[in-house]
Every structure is written in C-alpha cells, then in structure tokens.
C-alpha cells in the first residue's frame, strides 16, 4: 500500500492512484521507485517554479534599475543642458548689455516692430547714425548685435553658421538643409564647390544665347503698349529673371516671359511668395510653427501644400530634361553626398534648386528695377549710357530703328553701365538685413565682448548708407567708381582714426594659431576692408553672382538702347523712389518700378 505521504504527493499531481496497474500497486518496489520519482519529481518543480520566480525577480529588479539609471542619465543630460543654455544666455544677456543700445529696458517686444517693419532698413541706418558703427538690437526675445562699420564686420564674413536661416527648409518637401540653411561643413562644401563651375565665365557665356534670347519679346511687348503707357519694368524684369534661372538649369524652352502682357506674375513666384511670408515670420518668431491653430500658420500649411506639388514636378523635369553638363542642371546632377558618394536624391536636388530660384529671383528682379529706376530719375546718366550704347552700333536711332540685339562680345564693352549697376546696387542693396551669423566662438570687436552663440547681423544696406564710410551715401554718384578701388574702406582720418585706435578694432577671444593667423591677415588688410558688398563676402558670398551681373547687364542694356526712360507719374521723382522702398526678405520697389518708355526711333 502506498504511504500517506505518496498519495497525497501523487494528489498534488492529479495522479489517480486506483488508475495504476493492481500488479503495480501490490509491489512494494515499484511503489518505492514511484514515490522516490514523484518526490524528486516535485522537488524539482518546486525548486524551477521557485528559481523562475525568483529570476523574474532578478530580471524585475534589474528592468528597475536600468530604467531608473537611464531615467537619471536623461534629467542629468536635460539639466546640463538646461545649465549650459542658461549660462550661454546669461553671458550673450551680460555681452550685449555693455553694447551701445536705445530700447527701453521694460519693452517686451524691445524692437521687433521696426527691425521686422517694411522699412526695416531705414532702421538701421537710423540707429547707426544714432550709436555708431557696432550696436545691440532687441528682437523679441533675440539679443542682437548689428555691426554697420566695415572694418569691424571683416570678422564675421569668417563665420559660417547661420541658425537664423534654418526655417527657410520649410519651403522644402523634406525639409532637407540646402547651400543656404545649414548643412554639415563637407555637404556644404561639396555642393558650394559643384555648383561654382556652372557661373563661371565659359559656362555663362555657352548659355549667354538663351538668355538674349529673351530680350525681343520684351522689347516687342513695351513697344506695343507705347510711350503713353506706364509699363510695369518690375513685373517684366520678374519674367526674365525667372526665365533666366530657369534656363540656366534646365537649359529648355521658357515659359515665364512668353506670358508678358497677360497681366500675371511668374507662376512659380505666385506660389512661392506667400508662402515666404509665413516663413518669415517662422524666421523672425521660431516658435510660432507649433501654433498650427492660428490662421497665419494655418495658411502657411496651405500654401506650403501647393508649392510642394510644384517642386515635386521640377525635379521631374530636371531629371528628365537631359540638361548639357555645362548648365547648372548638368552640374546638380553630377554632385556626390560626400556622406553617401551617391548622386543627390530627390529631396536633395529639390533643396539646391529652389534655394537657387529663391536666392536669385527676387534678388535680380529688384535690382534691375532700382537701376532702371534711377536711370530714368538721373538723365544726365541716361545719356551717358546711350552715348555708351551708340558708341558699340547697339542704340536705336532714326538710322537704326530696330538695333541689334547685344551679343557676348559687347558685354566687356559696357564700362559705364557696369558703373551705373554697382551704383544702384550700392544705393538700393537688395540684399538689405545683410547676412546673419551665429558666432562660434567669441570675438571682441571694437573693444567689446561679443560671446559665442551670439547672433550678429551685418546689414548691408547700413553699410551702403553709412556716411562715416561713404561720401553722400543717400546720392546716386555713379562718378565714385571711377576711382581705384571704391570696394575698399579708404585710409582712416581725424577723429575716426583716432576712434578706431582707441576702440582696439578686432580682436579674437582666444589665441589659437588660427584666429592669430585671422588676426593678422585682419591687421595686415588695415584700411583694405570690404565697404561694398551687395552680394556678400567670404564665406557665404553669393554663388550666382555671375549669372546676377550678366542678366542685369543684358536686361538693363537691351531696354535701354531701344528706349529713353522717364519715370511714371506714378512714381515721379528720386523722393518717388526711395518712398517705394519695402524689404520683406529683400528690398523691392512696393508697387513695381513703372517707367514710361519712348522708342528711340
Ligand atoms: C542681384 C542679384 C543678387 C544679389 C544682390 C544676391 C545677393 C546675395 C547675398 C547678399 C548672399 C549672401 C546672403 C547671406 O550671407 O546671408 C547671397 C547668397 C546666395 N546667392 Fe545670391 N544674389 C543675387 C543673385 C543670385 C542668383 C542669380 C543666384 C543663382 C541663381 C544666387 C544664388 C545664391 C546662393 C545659392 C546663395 C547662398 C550661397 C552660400 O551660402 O554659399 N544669387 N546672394
């Protein structure tokens, strides 16, 4: 008979004992081997029931654990990083504080009114004949700092961060970081030295005939409408400009100023404006992005939608278009990620394009207009640039009512227009906030302390205007450039070399061999600082400068040797002008640049 002890193991293991064999259950020794069995039987489930418990205890506690340390190491991280901004604000706070600087220290917008105004410009120069050629500037919760002294910008032109850009990368359907935002040092680099060749002056010239292609529709058109008319050069200018970017990437038949006269703007431009303004106010404000339920950014979704659609089919096109190798098409498609050493993707190609219609169409079509603007307000300059024109068998006469149109050749023959260009450019900078840097490190300049992660703008429509560095700044001279390098900060004299002296010029915050070698390049250039610098200098400069310079010569030239310019009533005279001045991202004229134009012949 089994014992107690076995039955009631073999019940904890809903073992029937009856169900055994009776031969089984008789032997004495086949129960001692079942019981032995079942004992170590349970023993050992006990023992792995209890082992499992206890390693899911183990696990258990080390899940704790680890969660616990990772959870310290997260708030470690958060609050030295929440310290180490701190500090960087404290210190950017104490630097701009020792600046020369006019808000009201209880003003919470400080002077995010004027420095975003369409007069935004007028602005700074005011402020620089207020506190001088370096001061600080409140945007909001922004602290500052605006240099309008050239000598003491040089520094900043070696910088190449530029945070305040980022939000431009809205615009883009991946929201990938292009030339101008903010890629890393080698993508930049790769595309910045991909892209140069295609402005160079064999690449230019190849499609220089596509581009002159243009100008009779043009000249055509403005005929048509007659002398009485006031015609808009402005939104024309806008056409071309675009048709021109165009070309040049895709190097195929335009479609922009084919609509002239039809009363519309570019198409592309209809599309991007608007939702350029949603981003600059992103720029201005970054935070306002997550405000997605406020009309203006609601609206800036909107718009965003439409012009994504439309870079969707410009890569299409690009890809498909087979443009010639020498063309900027050609070029984008050759480039390599430096990361990948693939070609660039969809998303990378749609950022380099668009930057390159962004930065160059706007830019172009407002300094075109501002120069034909105050040729027509200038006529003495008008008719030294006939004269020039005539000289080269390219003005409209009586002999000659339809003059040939302008070949590459002539181009180098155009001195004085080239003049009269830089002037205008001088005057109405287009680019006109300038550029934006986040300093890396510190700096001090003119014997202040500016701290690292500081953001500094360097507005170039200040400098133009600056009449501690120009003569009669607010003067159209075109005169000025007939002497050796205008570019130039000419030698320091009375109190502003004294001033210069005293104030220290510049001076980096350390002393690593680098910016000791910086220093000295600085100190060796002395008075050879950058005054004029309508598209930038040194790092950043504007890559399309080329292609800038020969559509405005062209443009510029064709209109003028087939038609004598006046302003329209409209506009009137040079006060006119300077009143029709907005900048939202760059300086335009508010309402078009209308001119009233008489044919030569
Ligand atoms: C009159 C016409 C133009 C003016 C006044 C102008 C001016 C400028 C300025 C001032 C910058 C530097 C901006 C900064 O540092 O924040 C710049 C950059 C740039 N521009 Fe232009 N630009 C013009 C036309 C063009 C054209 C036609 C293109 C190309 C189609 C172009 C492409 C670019 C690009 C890609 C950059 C960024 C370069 C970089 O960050 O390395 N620009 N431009």
């Given at each position: 008979?089994?014992?107690?002890?076995?039955?009631?193991?073999?019940?904890?293991?809903?073992?029937?004992?009856?169900?055994?064999?009776?031969?089984?259950?008789?032997?004495?020794?086949?129960?001692?081997?079942?019981?032995t069995s079942l004992t170590l039987f349970h023993t050992d489930c006990r023992s792995r029931s209890e082992k499992r418990s206890e390693r899911l205890h183990v696990q258990m506690a080390d899940l704790w654990q680890t969660a616990g340390i990772a959870i310290s190491c997260f708030l470690a991280v958060v609050a030295r990083r929440l310290v180490r901004v701190c500090f960087r604000e404290i210190r950017i706070w104490y630097s701009w504080s020792k600046l020369p600087h006019s808000?009201?220290?209880?003003?919470?917008?400080?002077?995010?009114?004027?420095?975003?105004?369409?007069?935004?410009?007028?602005f700074y120069t005011a402020r620089t004949k207020q506190l001088g050629g370096i001061f600080g500037i409140r945007v909001g919760p922004l602290f500052e700092v605006c240099i309008t002294d050239p000598e003491l910008a040089a520094p900043i032109f070696k910088e190449n961060k530029a945070d305040l850009y980022t939000p431009l990368q809205t615009v883009f359907r991946k929201n990938e970081p292009s030339l101008f935002t903010k890629p890393s040092p080698e993508y930049y680099r790769a595309?910045?030295?991909?892209?140069?060749?295609?402005?160079?002056?064999?690449?230019?010239?190849?499609?220089?005939?596509?581009?002159?292609?243009?100008?009779?529709?043009?000249i055509q058109y403005i005929r048509q409408?007659?002398?009485?008319a006031s015609v808009d050069v402005f939104n024309i200018a806008g056409h071309v400009t675009m048709d021109a970017i165009s070309l040049s990437i895709f190097a195929d038949a335009p479609g922009s100023a084919s609509k002239l006269g039809q009363g519309v703007r570019p198409r592309y431009a209809e599309l991007m404006d608007p939702a350029m303004q949603g981003v600059v106010k992103i720029m201005a404000i970054p935070w306002l992005r997550h405000l997605t339920f406020i009309p203006a950014m609601k609206q800036l979704k909107q718009d965003l939608t439409r012009l994504h659609e439309e870079h969707g089919k410009m890569v299409d096109r690009l890809r498909t278009c087979n443009p010639p190798p020498a063309s900027l098409g050609?070029?984008?498609?050759?480039?390599k990620d430096p990361a990948t050493g693939l070609p660039l993707t969809d998303g990378q190609l749609e950022a380099e394009m668009v930057t390159l219609f962004v930065a160059g169409y706007d830019t172009s079509t407002a300094a075109i207009s501002w120069t034909l603007g105050l040729i027509a307000a200038h006529p003495a300059v008008q008719r030294k640039v006939a004269a020039e024109l005539d000289s080269i068998g390219l003005k409209g006469s009586a002999e000659r009512p339809q003059p040939r149109g302008l070949s590459w050749e002539d181009l180098s023959q155009l001195d004085y227009l080239r003049k009269v260009i830089k002037e205008a450019l001088r005057m109405f900078t287009v680019a006109s906030g300038g550029t934006v840097r986040t300093l890396s490190k510190p700096l001090n300049i003119g014997g202040y302390h500016l701290a690292a992660g500081m953001t500094v703008q360097v507005p170039f429509h200040g400098i133009h205007?600056?009449?501690?560095?120009w003569d009669r700044p607010d003067d159209f001279l075109t005169e000025r450039w007939d002497e050796a390098d205008v570019e130039y900060v000419k030698p320091a004299s009375g109190n502003r070399a004294a001033a210069k002296s005293e104030s220290g010029g510049v001076d980096y915050g350390s002393s690593s061999p680098d910016q000791q070698q910086a220093l000295g390049k600085q100190a060796d250039q002395g008075s050879k600082a950058r005054r004029y610098m309508p598209f930038s200098y040194g790092l950043r400069s504007c890559v399309g400068q080329n292609l800038a310079n020969l559509t405005m010569?062209?443009?510029?030239?064709?209109?003028?040797?087939?038609?004598?310019?006046?302003l329209a009533p409209e506009i009137k005279d040079m006060s006119g002008i300077k009143e029709a001045a907005v900048t939202s991202l760059i300086m335009s004229p508010r309402d078009g640049m209308p001119l009233r134009c008489t044919p030569w012949a």
């Amino acid at each position: 008979m089994p014992s107690r002890g076995f039955e009631a193991l073999a019940g904890a293991h809903n073992l029937d004992f009856q169900l055994l064999p009776a031969t089984l259950r008789a032997c004495g020794w086949c129960l001692e081997v079942l019981s032995t069995s079942l004992t170590l039987f349970h023993t050992d489930c006990r023992s792995r029931s209890e082992k499992r418990s206890e390693r899911l205890h183990v696990q258990m506690a080390d899940l704790w654990q680890t969660a616990g340390i990772a959870i310290s190491c997260f708030l470690a991280v958060v609050a030295r990083r929440l310290v180490r901004v701190c500090f960087r604000e404290i210190r950017i706070w104490y630097s701009w504080s020792k600046l020369p600087h006019s808000q009201s220290p209880w003003s919470l917008a400080g002077e995010l009114v004027p420095a975003t105004s369409l007069k935004r410009h007028d602005f700074y120069t005011a402020r620089t004949k207020q506190l001088g050629g370096i001061f600080g500037i409140r945007v909001g919760p922004l602290f500052e700092v605006c240099i309008t002294d050239p000598e003491l910008a040089a520094p900043i032109f070696k910088e190449n961060k530029a945070d305040l850009y980022t939000p431009l990368q809205t615009v883009f359907r991946k929201n990938e970081p292009s030339l101008f935002t903010k890629p890393s040092p080698e993508y930049y680099r790769a595309i910045r030295k991909g892209v140069a060749p295609a402005f160079n002056s064999g690449n230019l010239r190849e499609g220089f005939g596509r581009l002159a292609s243009l100008m009779p529709a043009v000249i055509q058109y403005i005929r048509q409408a007659g002398a009485e008319a006031s015609v808009d050069v402005f939104n024309i200018a806008g056409h071309v400009t675009m048709d021109a970017i165009s070309l040049s990437i895709f190097a195929d038949a335009p479609g922009s100023a084919s609509k002239l006269g039809q009363g519309v703007r570019p198409r592309y431009a209809e599309l991007m404006d608007p939702a350029m303004q949603g981003v600059v106010k992103i720029m201005a404000i970054p935070w306002l992005r997550h405000l997605t339920f406020i009309p203006a950014m609601k609206q800036l979704k909107q718009d965003l939608t439409r012009l994504h659609e439309e870079h969707g089919k410009m890569v299409d096109r690009l890809r498909t278009c087979n443009p010639p190798p020498a063309s900027l098409g050609g070029h984008l498609l050759a480039l390599k990620d430096p990361a990948t050493g693939l070609p660039l993707t969809d998303g990378q190609l749609e950022a380099e394009m668009v930057t390159l219609f962004v930065a160059g169409y706007d830019t172009s079509t407002a300094a075109i207009s501002w120069t034909l603007g105050l040729i027509a307000a200038h006529p003495a300059v008008q008719r030294k640039v006939a004269a020039e024109l005539d000289s080269i068998g390219l003005k409209g006469s009586a002999e000659r009512p339809q003059p040939r149109g302008l070949s590459w050749e002539d181009l180098s023959q155009l001195d004085y227009l080239r003049k009269v260009i830089k002037e205008a450019l001088r005057m109405f900078t287009v680019a006109s906030g300038g550029t934006v840097r986040t300093l890396s490190k510190p700096l001090n300049i003119g014997g202040y302390h500016l701290a690292a992660g500081m953001t500094v703008q360097v507005p170039f429509h200040g400098i133009h205007r600056n009449p501690d560095v120009w003569d009669r700044p607010d003067d159209f001279l075109t005169e000025r450039w007939d002497e050796a390098d205008v570019e130039y900060v000419k030698p320091a004299s009375g109190n502003r070399a004294a001033a210069k002296s005293e104030s220290g010029g510049v001076d980096y915050g350390s002393s690593s061999p680098d910016q000791q070698q910086a220093l000295g390049k600085q100190a060796d250039q002395g008075s050879k600082a950058r005054r004029y610098m309508p598209f930038s200098y040194g790092l950043r400069s504007c890559v399309g400068q080329n292609l800038a310079n020969l559509t405005m010569l062209t443009f510029v030239a064709s209109l003028c040797a087939n038609f004598q310019l006046e302003l329209a009533p409209e506009i009137k005279d040079m006060s006119g002008i300077k009143e029709a001045a907005v900048t939202s991202l760059i300086m335009s004229p508010r309402d078009g640049m209308p001119l009233r134009c008489t044919p030569w012949a």
